[in-house]
Every structure is written in structure tokens, then in C-alpha cells.
């Protein structure tokens, strides 16, 4: 499950250099920045705690780091 949120947040940062339109350029690393936030904000969160605590702490960390990620320069 780890492996895979990384796996995602690093593919979907590596298209953005596969599109030539400025916009969409900005609007995939905007994505990037969420979802890879998302994916360690989970990461760290699933640290934390245990049974539906630990289930509850990776979905906060989770939505947390989505919430940082939108704060790049990209999604600005």
C-alpha cells in the first residue's frame, strides 16, 4: 500500500514534463503536490496510534498533507 501512494505521487509528477501547454503543466504538478502529500501525510499519520485510532490518525494525516500540498507554488 505504501509503496503503491509513492509510486503514484512520483508518476504523476513525472508527466507533468510529458505536455507542452503551460497551463496543464502547472495544473499536473499541482496534482503531484497533493497527492504526494497526501501520501505522506498518510504515511506519517498510519505512524500513529492503533486499531481505529491509527486508522483514524492515517486518514487525518492524509487529508492534511492534501490540504499542504495544494500550498505549492505550482497551485498557486
Known sequence: ???GLIFLALATVAIAGC???????EEIK???GVLG???I???IGNQIGGGT???LATAAGAGLGAAAGTQTAACQ
Open 1 to 3: 500500500m505504501k509503496h
Open 19 to 25: 505536455t507542452s501547454n503551460p497551463q496543464t503543466n
Open 30 to 32: 499541482c496534482a503531484g
Open 37 to 39: 502529500g497526501a501520501a
Open 41 to 43: 501525510g498518510g504515511l
Open 53 to 55: 485510532g491509527k486508522q
